[in-house]
């Protein structure tokens, strides 16, 4: 039987899940739905911290996956909405095409825009459950592939992925019939399944997010500790060795890529059921800077600290930008934190907390007798 | 056709403009420097400021904007980026907090705002500066209108560009520079005085992103997140150009720059920059390097 | 397709509120207690600049109304909260201020893409958003009241004026890339082609892209003879700057504009839009005692002597006042209490009169065109006697005959 402090990461992990479980026993429907966007990003963070921290791979990018997801909903939500029913169609078609629309082009969803067609398979709610997850997976596959493939690793990733999310939030900028463009997507109906409506304020979305969150950093948590994720380490820490060792280096940063991009994607689908939109900010580089942030500040070496530097930040900043006075000056605190933190704290607070429990174990060596003993 | 490559060219000048100092400091001393545009920024402040204080023209503040943003940047690599040495990532999240820093020290005017001090030619609003009479208008030149102040701005980058290259291969600060982009470690060995060479190296590459500011100043609109866009399209240009080659970082500049504007004319803005973005990409993933680069490190 | 479950849930949300209504409003009749309001502009990111403004409107009036005696004998207090230039914080701030703050009313947004993310809290949880920003119509909610411009308020006089007094016959159209400028540019060609002239190009630029030269020399080519600009925020700078320094001058293609205001003539240095023109309802220059009140007024209220005032800044102040009339008038501060409260509220604002339409909500509003002069300020060259109609669908085939947004909601059998 091992004591507390020898298993404190599982202990961690479960406190975290206690923690999220009962939340609503004590918050309202407006604070609950803001943690619950919190939670999404805490997602953000562990994906970040997967890929980062796990892989040595800093995507810049993150903010691709996150959109796809929010959008891949939205649309399906986009078809459920009220609004989408109003345009004089049988089928729903969202308001916005109809700006969009050439005159005289026909008021149904396969051809009211160039390319709206793209919209039918969404009319299935769970097309877009479906696709705000597989795409970012596939997507993360192929660029794997190819990044990974090419031997391409460390700022280069990091410009790559920059370039893309920069260069496909353009083009959803651009695509106006399609996406609605800047203003993004909004006026989305509710996620329904068997019958119960996810009221975005209601205690059942939150379980929702909270039980996602929760099985995303466990999953993960679990594959890191898996002979993949040990050999996924010791690329990040020497790629030439493992390669001389035999493993195929750039299928295991691809998978886990790829998973990362599911949990981003994920993220996002969630964020969109909970906030309701989806806009093309998701796709601005500082957003995909801001993930990194809270990876970094809560430890990009751990799932957990990065989950919860995310939920901490966020809350923290809510409160903080609140309080009139602090509102500009948060924000060279948040830049101060941070030159901090990568100067003085490279593990983040999940670092400190480590070496804190480093520190008590040592001083209770009667503890770490019993461990071994037990092991 | 003549106008539309020369808009390119001064497209591709003005990245330059902004990759010359990047090329410098990310080639040579292998620190991404997200705090780049905020070192422009701060350049166009200090022509903003001379105008306003010492009644300083457009030129007159260039030698000052450099000498303002070197002892900056020299500040910062005191601070800040000589404890990074060595971790490249951390130095792009370390200087990324510094341009947030440097922002909202501009627009909370250095914290004097919160003891309701104002000081003209600071604060969160956008400011401009005129530029010399001379130099508007357009120049009539083989049979086409030149906007003036482009055609400067071309000169100076020409003129900024060589001078980066003299003082990198002409001067023993340079020689000391390549040394140790080759071995850090053996060019310590050899009493060089490594330490030293980064802080001026630093301070050499945010004086050329202030001098930068100045000239953008004189087109753009002066405001604290000016730079922000910036810097990612330098680091765009060098790392297509490949690390380490000042050559490289030049061509690549004068590639996307005339490619964004000759695909702009030909279809639109938005395309021609995403175009660009789509360019550098490929650049990367065919060939990681760079167009232009040596072997090194 | 006949489950109107907006409505549904509006309804219900309002029936809640009603049933709430009792304990709050017990809480808030007691003499003398502040009535709370929401003011939802960004403090921070890349649009605080003009929104800081707007902010100040609202508090200024908010402030005057205060100093003289409130609202039904109640003070006002203004709840400020940062959008933060993002529309995520944006949503995250609306729902703190009606969902945990149960304000009923919110000034608030700038940008169509923020009011567009806030929308459906107020809808959801019957709450008011006062929006004072002109914007591009297509929009019938029953829970915002807009003080600001609609197309047919900037449009419709600008454009026949522009074809038959300044004589043009080639428009070239161009804005930045997102729904404003795009519906601008649907409703202009229609006004172009009925007036025998031509638009010979409509072209976009992202958010926020400031190198004009490409955009600049194909103006040149164009041999366009006017530019309608629908161009917003900081790119309209280096627009007019590029536009000079490429040798273009206003006497012969003149600058047309739907969103350049004395701020951005200002940042830009006067010398470079002296000569071109925009259409908006109020102009700082508007020589009426009134106005010369509202800029003293306004310059005391920021501490700045110099400080400008432009159309959405005067539309944030006197939306406050319509707001106040129509809590008086109905006597309650729930949103559907203002909602019908409003309706036909006049107020004499800094820019003359105005009143709140009986049907849909937007704001009737005198069309002017001003030219811009050296010194930063317009010279108004066209007026209309009195204020017009808002017609948020005119881009349709709205008529003040054949209206599409009426009190029951959107008729979309009509789109």
Redesign the interface.
Same mark, same amino acid.
């Given at each position: 039987m091992a004591g507390p402090l020898a298993n404190y990461r599982f202990w961690a992990y479960a406190g975290l899940a206690v923690l999220l479980l009962a939340l609503p026993l004590v918050g309202d429907e407006f604070w609950l739905n803001r943690v619950a966007k919190y939670l999404c990003y805490g997602m953000l963070g562990a994906a970040v911290a997967l890929t980062w921290g796990y892989a040595g791979v800093l995507n810049l990018g993150q903010g691709l996956f996150f959109g796809i997801g929010a959008y891949a909903m939205a649309m399906g939500l986009k078809l459920k909405s009220y609004t989408s029913l109003q345009q004089g169609s049988d089928q729903p078609v969202p308001d916005f095409m109809l700006w969009n629309a050439q005159p005289g082009a026909p008021t149904e969803l396969c051809c009211i825009t160039p390319g709206s067609w793209l919209w039918l398979p969404f009319q299935w709610q769970w097309t877009g459950v479906i696709v705000a997850v597989v795409l970012p997976v596939l997507l993360a596959g192929i660029m794997g592939r190819i990044i990974f493939g090419q031997r391409i690793s460390g700022v280069f990733v990091s410009i790559i992925t920059l370039a893309l999310v920069l260069l496909v939030r353009l083009v959803v900028v651009d695509a106006q019939p399609l996406t609605n463009g800047f203003n993004g997507l909004t006026d989305l109906g509710w996620l329904t399944v068997a019958g119960h409506e996810f009221d975005p304020y209601a205690k059942g979305t939150y379980y929702l997010v909270a039980v996602a969150l929760i099985l995303v950093l466990g999953l993960s948590r679990i594959l890191v500790a898996t002979r993949a994720g040990t050999i996924l380490q010791a690329t990040r820490d020497s790629d030439t060795r493992a390669l001389y060792l035999g493993y195929d280096v750039p299928a295991y940063q691809t998978f886990f890529f790829a998973v990362s991009a599911g949990i981003a994607g994920l993220a996002g689908m969630l964020y969109v059921i909970v906030s309701e939109f989806a806009s093309p900010s998701f796709l601005e580089l500082s957003f995909s800077i801001t993930m990194v942030v809270w990876a970094a500040v809560g430890g990009r070496g751990s799932i957990l600290g990065a989950a919860v530097g995310a939920i901490l930040i966020n809350m923290i900043e809510a409160r903080v930008s609140e309080t009139e006075a602090l509102v500009e000056a948060w924000k060279a605190i948040i830049g101060l934190l941070f030159v901090v933190t990568v100067i003085y704290l490279p593990k983040g607070l999940s670092g400190l907390a480590h070496d804190g429990i480093a520190r008590l174990r040592m001083r209770r060596p009667a503890l770490r007798l019993k461990e071994e003993a037990g092991q | 056709m003549v106008d539309i490559l020369f808009i390119g060219l001064s497209l591709s000048s003005i990245l330059l403009l902004v990759a010359l100092g990047l090329a410098v400091t990310y080639g040579a001393m292998g620190i991404i420097n997200m705090a780049h545009g905020e070192m422009v920024m701060i350049g166009a402040y200090t022509a903003v400021m001379a105008k306003i204080w010492l009644g300083l023209g457009l030129i007159a503040s260039i030698p000052l904007a450099f000498a303002v943003t070197a002892l900056a940047g020299l500040a910062i690599e005191r601070l800040v980026v000589r404890r990074l040495y060595g971790r490249l990532l951390d130095t792009l999240l370390a200087t990324w907090g510094i341009a947030i820093l440097l922002q909202q020290a501009i627009r909370l005017e250095f914290g004097l705002s919160f003891l309701g001090i104002h000081i003209a030619g600071l604060g969160s609003g956008l400011q401009n500066v005129p530029v010399p009479a001379a130099l508007q208008g357009t120049v009539r030149l083989l049979g086409h209108d030149f906007n003036a102040y482009r055609i400067f701005i071309v000169a100076m980058t020409a003129v900024l560009a060589v001078a980066t290259w003299a003082v990198m291969y002409r001067t023993a600060l340079g020689m000391k520079v390549r040394a140790i982009i080759r071995n850090p470690q053996m060019a310590a060995a050899c009493g060089i005085a490594v330490a030293r060479t980064n802080a001026l190296t630093f301070a050499l590459g945010s004086g050329l992103a202030g001098v930068a500011g100045v000239l953008m100043a004189g087109f753009k609109t002066v405001a604290p997140d000016m730079g922000a866009t910036l810097v990612v399209d330098g680091f765009m240009v060098v790392v297509t150009g490949g690390v380490g080659s000042l050559l490289g970082t030049v061509a690549a500049s004068g590639l996307l720059g005339e490619f964004n504007a000759l695909v702009a004319m030909a279809s639109n803005d938005i395309i021609g920059r995403a175009a660009v973005f789509a360019v550098v990409i490929g650049v990367i993933l065919l060939k990681p390097a760079g167009l232009f680069t040596f072997k090194g490190r | 397709?006949n =489950?109107?479950? %907006? *409505?549904f849930l509006t309804t219900t949300a309002t029936a809640g509120a009603a049933l709430a209504a009792p304990g709050y409003l017990r809480r808030a009749m007691a003499a003398g207690e502040p009535i709370q309001v929401g003011a939802l502009y960004s +403090?921070? !990111? !890349?649009l605080?600049?003009v929104e800081?403004m707007l902010a100040a409107g609202v508090r200024m009036a908010a402030e005057e109304i205060n100093a003289a005696g409130g609202v039904m004998g109640r003070p006002i207090e203004v709840l400020?909260?940062?959008g @933060?230039s993002?529309?995520?914080?944006y949503?995250?701030?609306a +729902?703190?201020l009606v969902? %945990?703050d149960r304000v009923s009313t919110v000034f608030g947004c700038h940008t #169509? @893409?923020s009011r567009?993310?806030v929308?459906?809290?107020f809808e959801r949880r019957g709450a008011m958003l006062f929006y004072q920003t002109h914007y591009e119509g297509?929009e019938c909610s029953p829970n915002v009241v807009y003080s600001g411009a609609v197309p047919n308020q900037q449009l419709g006089n600008y454009l026949p004026w522009i074809l038959e007094t300044l004589g043009k016959k080639k428009v070239f159209i161009v804005g930045s890339? &997102?729904?404003y400028p %795009? /519906?601008m540019a *649907?409703v202009s060609k229609g006004l172009i082609e009925a007036g025998g002239a031509e638009w010979v190009a409509d /072209? &976009?630029? /992202? =958010? !926020?892209? #400031?190198?004009w030269?490409?955009?600049v020399?194909?103006i *040149?080519?164009s041999g366009a003879d006017v530019v309608l600009s629908n161009v917003v925020g900081?790119s309209i700078?280096?627009f007019y %700057? /590029?536009f000079?320094? +490429? !040798?273009l001058s206003h006497e012969e293609i003149p600058i047309c504009a739907t969103v350049t205001s004395e701020i951005e003539i200002a940042?830009?240095?006067p010398e470079y839009a002296a000569g071109s023109y925009t259409s908006f309802p109020y102009f700082m220059s508007l020589d009426t005692p009134a106005n010369h009140s509202f800029i003293e007024r306004y310059r005391a209220f920021v501490g700045d002597p110099q400080a400008t005032t432009y159309h959405s800044l005067e539309a944030a102040y006197f939306q406050v006042f319509l707001w106040k009339q129509a809590v008086e008038a109905s006597g309650d501060i729930t949103a559907e209490a203002i909602r019908e409260g409003v309706r036909g509220q006049e107020y004499a604002a800094p820019g003359g009169e105005v009143k709140i339409d009986e049907d849909n909500l937007h704001c009737w509003l005198t069309p002017r065109i001003g030219q811009w002069q050296a010194d930063g300020q317009s010279k108004i060259v066209d007026e209309y006697p009195a204020p017009i109609k808002p017609l948020p669908y005119a881009?349709y085939g709205e008529t003040a005959d054949n209206l599409f947004c009426t009190r029951e909601g959107?008729d979309? #059998?009509k =789109?």
């Open positions: - | - | 397709m =489950l109107n479950r %907006r *409505k +403090q921070t !990111g !890349g605080s600049v800081k400020v909260e940062d @933060a993002d529309p995520k914080t949503a995250e701030k +729902q703190k969902i %945990r #169509s @893409a567009k993310a929308l459906p809290i297509f890339n &997102y729904v %795009r /519906e *649907k /072209e &976009y630029l /992202e =958010l !926020g892209h #400031s190198e030269a490409v955009m020399n194909k *040149k080519d900081d700078i280096s %700057r /590029e000079i320094n +490429q !040798g940042a830009m240095g881009a959107l979309s #059998s =789109l």
